[in-house]
């Protein structure tokens, strides 16, 4: 794989995104120190808690008293005043905080089918969310304060009764690392991992998504059901009486399979899916309309200003079939420009002069829906 363009080798500690991924990725843990040197949070603490607060937000107050873990599930109306001993997890603070997805974005040398979301981890003094592992990559990049992080790559992952998380009950700590600003832990899957505030602290996890294939199996059964159309109903016109009225005879079973083994599917068939699955919009997220534009003013707009995905917008293609926030695009519209964007999820002025008609119109439709919005200032 290539090096991202214009790519910041501190990042990965001096490592190409190609060493990184055949050493590293998947496979061990990777200590970075200062990967992002003069780090500053994205976002201020109060407007993390505001996030909190919202009902379109994902986030999780997490307190351990005498032993004993609490869990309390968004949106949060009270914080607590204690000084000790409590984390605040905000998930997706890249969908509501442009910096943060900027931020998110310098993983770009990982396709956007794996990147998943930017959490937020405020945590006070003692603050953690206790032992635990995830099934999937993670890069851990501390923010502001520092967290000290232990981590273990034992194979037991008996987790603790009773509690409202999944806490290991058998940690056993292998190495030990206390994380500053612009410092980063890159974890795979299954390593143990415990993080402890050391003072207050906001630790960012990048994480990845890697759906079981029960996951994706069952989904895409769910989602070929909705697509069948199989004509015909049962009949049985030479039916004689029976006298084993309880049993299930080879004549119904025979007749309603044969249908249903005509149903197929193919490699195209599960890709159009994954176009689909893939850029589906979470539950809670909903999308903003602007204020409409009418075509001509649209147009001009486009001359003048860098048209940008929302943050909320998904955006993936396949050969030549593009999907955006869960819906296949059957449009006239230039691929190669819509495939760019989709990359790049910017649009700038310069190629608005290679933009067909049909594009144009496609472009204003996700506009009107709030897909694509305009940057705050024009390019010069």
Same mark, same amino acid.
């Given at each position: 794989?290539?090096?991202?363009?214009?790519?910041?080798?501190?990042?990965?500690?001096?490592?190409?995104?190609?060493?990184?991924?055949?050493?590293?990725?998947?496979?061990?843990?990777?200590?970075?120190?200062?990967?992002?040197?003069?780090?500053?949070?994205?976002?201020?603490?109060?407007?993390?808690?505001?996030?909190?607060?919202?009902?379109?937000?994902?986030?999780?107050?997490?307190?351990?008293?005498?032993?004993?873990?609490?869990?309390?599930?968004?949106?949060?109306?009270?914080?607590?005043?204690?000084?000790?001993?409590?984390?605040?997890?905000?998930?997706?603070?890249?969908?509501?905080?442009?910096?943060?997805?900027?931020?998110?974005? *310098? $993983? /770009?040398?990982? =396709?956007?089918?794996? %990147?998943?979301? @930017?959490?937020?981890?405020? &945590?006070?003094?003692?603050?953690?969310?206790?032992?635990?592992?995830?099934?999937?990559?993670?890069?851990?990049?501390?923010?502001?304060?520092?967290?000290?992080?232990?981590?273990?790559?034992?194979? *037991? $992952? /008996?987790?603790? =009764?009773?509690?409202? %998380?999944?806490? @290991?009950?058998?940690?056993? &700590?292998?190495?030990?690392?206390?994380?500053?600003?612009?410092?980063?832990?890159?974890?795979?899957?299954?390593?143990?991992?415990?993080?402890?505030?050391?003072?207050?602290?906001?630790?960012?996890?990048?994480?990845?998504?890697? =759906?079981?294939?029960?996951?994706?199996?069952?989904?895409?059964?769910?989602?070929?059901?909705?697509?069948?159309?199989?004509?015909?109903?049962?009949?049985?016109?030479?039916?004689?009486?029976?006298?084993?009225?309880?049993?299930?005879?080879?004549?119904?079973?025979?007749?309603?399979?044969?249908?249903?083994?005509?149903?197929?599917?193919?490699?195209?068939?599960?890709?159009?899916?994954?176009?689909?699955?893939?850029?589906?919009?979470?539950?809670?997220?909903?999308?903003?309309?602007?204020?409409?534009?009418?075509?001509?003013?649209?147009?001009?707009?486009?001359?003048?200003?860098?048209?940008?995905?929302?943050?909320?917008?998904?955006?993936?293609?396949?050969?030549?079939?593009?999907?955006?926030?869960?819906?296949?695009?059957?449009?006239?519209?230039?691929?190669?420009?819509?495939?760019?964007?989709?990359?790049?999820?910017?649009?700038?002025?310069?190629?608005?002069?290679?933009?067909?008609?049909?594009?144009?119109?496609?472009?204003?439709?996700?506009?009107?829906?709030?897909?694509?919005?305009?940057?705050?200032?024009?390019?010069?």
């Amino acid at each position: 794989m290539p090096s991202t363009i214009n790519f910041d080798a501190s990042l990965l500690g001096g490592l190409s995104p190609t060493e990184f991924l055949r050493d590293y990725w998947q496979k061990k843990p990777l200590l970075i120190r200062q990967a992002m040197p003069q780090m500053q949070p994205v976002l201020p603490v109060n407007d993390l808690f505001a996030l909190a607060e919202n009902d379109e937000v994902e986030s999780r107050l997490v307190r351990q008293t005498k032993g004993k873990w609490q869990l309390s599930q968004g949106p949060l109306e009270d914080f607590p005043r204690q000084k000790k001993d409590w984390t605040l997890l905000v998930q997706g603070v890249n969908l509501h905080c442009a910096a943060a997805d900027a931020l998110m974005r *310098r $993983f /770009d040398f990982l =396709p956007n089918t794996r %990147l998943d979301d @930017l959490m937020i981890s405020y &945590a006070v003094d003692g603050g953690g969310v206790g032992p635990h592992f995830d099934s999937y990559d993670v890069f851990l990049l501390q923010a502001e304060g520092q967290r000290r992080w232990q981590i273990s790559a034992q194979t *037991r $992952f /008996d987790l603790m =009764p009773g509690a409202p %998380l999944k806490i @290991l009950s058998n940690f056993c &700590a292998e190495q030990e690392f206390v994380l500053d600003p612009g410092d980063m832990l890159y974890l795979p899957p299954q390593i143990a991992h415990n993080g402890v505030a050391i003072g207050s602290c906001m630790t960012y996890s990048i994480g990845f998504r890697a =759906p079981t294939f029960e996951e994706i199996a069952r989904e895409f059964l769910f989602d070929q059901a909705e697509r069948v159309a199989l004509g015909g109903r049962y009949s049985d016109p030479s039916r004689r009486p029976v006298r084993q009225r309880g049993m299930i005879d080879s004549h119904l079973i025979k007749t309603l399979f044969e249908p249903i083994q005509k149903i197929r599917w193919n490699q195209n068939d599960f890709a159009d899916f994954l176009g689909r699955y893939l850029t589906e919009p979470k539950a809670q997220i909903f999308f903003d309309p602007p204020k409409v534009l009418s075509p001509n003013r649209f147009r001009l707009l486009l001359e003048k200003k860098t048209l940008q995905l929302d943050l909320k917008t998904q955006m993936l293609y396949h050969a030549d079939k593009l999907f955006i926030n869960g819906e296949p695009v059957d449009s006239d519209a230039d691929m190669k420009i819509l495939k760019n964007l989709a990359d790049k999820r910017v649009l700038d002025r310069l190629e608005f002069h290679s933009l067909e008609e049909a594009t144009i119109r496609l472009l204003h439709e996700w506009h009107c829906a709030g897909w694509v919005t305009f940057a705050m200032e024009s390019q010069t």
